[in-house]
């Protein structure tokens, strides 16, 4: 069992190792979800809620990484009406380490947030539920977000990762 020390600590290297800075809550979960599944992640559990893979292990790790100084967040306000987090580590974490990890999660970082989250979802799908089509199925499930572009964007964003040397291969789902 971890402590928690060592949690919030894999919290705060998941932002440190996607460059430093990662925006959105949502998006800090499918970077974590994605290094999971590639072999490179910290433990964290995840299963299926609304956005898609959601670890509340992870949510609530990276709010004491935040009190203990390990990450700063600024909240913003969303043009939806909400607002969003901007989290970022700080100088005394370092500088991510390199490697396939880094390389993994600050090119996760880069991707749009839908696009991200639409990509992380079909692997879990496929990964998890062992859904056949789960580009299909995530269309399905997530209709408005799927549109304009945005799945095919996400394919294209899953093939960058797919294509990076990681402990065990991302699903083949493209």
């Known amino acids: 069992m971890q402590t928690h020390k060592q949690v919030r600590q894999k919290a705060a290297e998941i932002v440190r190792d996607a460059g430093g800075e990662v925006v959105g809550r ?5 970077i974590a979800y ?3 599944l590639a072999g490179l992640g910290e433990g964290f559990p995840f299963e299926y809620r609304h956005y898609g893979p ?3 292990e992870l949510a609530d790790a990276i709010q004491v ?3 203990f100084g390990l990450v700063n967040e600024e909240e913003r306000p969303a043009t939806w009406g ?3 987090s901007i989290f970022r580590t700080p ?3 370092g500088a991510p380490p390199g490697g396939p990890r880094a390389a993994f999660a600050e090119l996760a970082a880069r991707i749009d947030s839908i696009e991200l989250e639409l990509a992380a979802t079909a692997a879990y799908l496929h990964a998890v539920e062992g859904h056949d089509d789960p580009w299909e199925e995530t269309a399905r499930r ?4 799927a549109k304009g572009g945005r799945l095919d964007r996400a394919k294209d964003a899953y093939r960058q ?3 990076l040397s990681t402990p065990r291969p991302l699903p083949a789902i493209v």
């Open 161 to 163: 990762l797919l294509a």
């Open 91 to 93: 100088p005394k974490l």
């Open 82 to 84: 909400g607002s969003y």
């Open 65 to 67: 990484a935040r009190v």
């Open 54 to 56: 959601y670890s509340e």
């Open 34 to 36: 994605l290094l999971e």
């Open 142 to 145: 997530k209709p408005e977000k």
């Open 26 to 30: 949502t998006k800090l979960q499918k």
